[in-house]
């Protein structure tokens, strides 16, 4: 069984899509962001960098003792590799989805990230910070759309966890206000992906838990740091 830790949001969303879709048998334990969770001892054994998701894995195939993962991309890939779904088995598959895994985790989810905190939850609303981040966002926008117009899907051929890494952070465009019929690629592909069973369980999971409404003092801190600003 797979101790799965997370929270509504769209780097836990990214797990709960490939659990689904792969089928392992997992438990959820949720972190309440807002409460500070993610920064107690008893987490930060589990992920040292304090932020969802992560996974502990009690029959990893080694046979050894429970093995614990952080990070959304490392999580993916040891998925993959353990269930041994939605990723290539050739070498110039493997490059190109990792190659595409990489990209979301170092551009499309930061850029996102800052653009959605300075354009939503900055209570201070810089139009510096609000403009850099909306032009990067349109941005790599457009590098998948330009993949997209290539492949079916974002490293090939294939669905991968290349697809479920994207996916949960497109599907913030309308709250980022991202013209998304500006690229007709990223749109049918999102379009297309909206579709499957697996990946829609995914992201109801925890829906129940979404925060709504103004966030008091101490529920920003606890998300953005000392001041409100991304931490």
Not at 9 to 16: D, E, F, H, I, L
Not at 155 to 172: H, I, K, Q
Not at 176 to 185: C, E, R, S
């Amino acid at each position: 069984m797979i101790e799965f830790f997370t929270a509504p949001a769209p780097n836990g969303w990214k797990v709960a899509i490939m659990l689904e879709e792969c089928g392992l048998e997992y438990e959820p334990r949720w972190v309440n962001l807002g409460a500070g969770d993610q920064h107690t001892e008893e987490f930060l054994a589990i992920n040292p960098n304090g932020r969802i998701p992560a996974i502990t894995d009690h029959a990893p195939a080694d046979g050894g003792g429970p093995l614990t993962i952080f990070e959304s991309g490392a999580v993916l890939l040891y998925l993959a590799e353990k269930s041994g779904q939605f990723l290539p088995r050739d070498v110039r598959g493997i490059s190109a989805v990792r190659q595409w895994l990489f990209w979301q985790v170092g551009h499309l989810g930061p850029t996102l990230g800052q653009h959605g905190h300075f354009h939503l939850y900055a209570q201070e609303k810089l139009p510096y910070a609000i403009d850099r981040f909306h032009r990067e966002a349109l941005r790599v926008y457009g590098v998948m759309d330009g993949q997209l117009s290539r492949e079916e899907y974002i490293a090939g051929p294939e669905y991968t966890v290349a697809d479920m890494a994207c996916f949960p952070w497109v599907r913030t465009w309308k709250a980022q206000g991202i013209p998304l019929a500006d690229f007709p690629h990223v749109k049918r592909w999102y379009d297309a992906l909206k579709e499957r069973e697996g990946l829609r369980r995914g992201v109801a999971l925890g829906s129940e838990l979404q925060r709504s409404g103004e966030m008091d003092p101490e529920t920003r801190k606890n998300l953005f740091g000392g001041g409100g600003q991304a931490q």
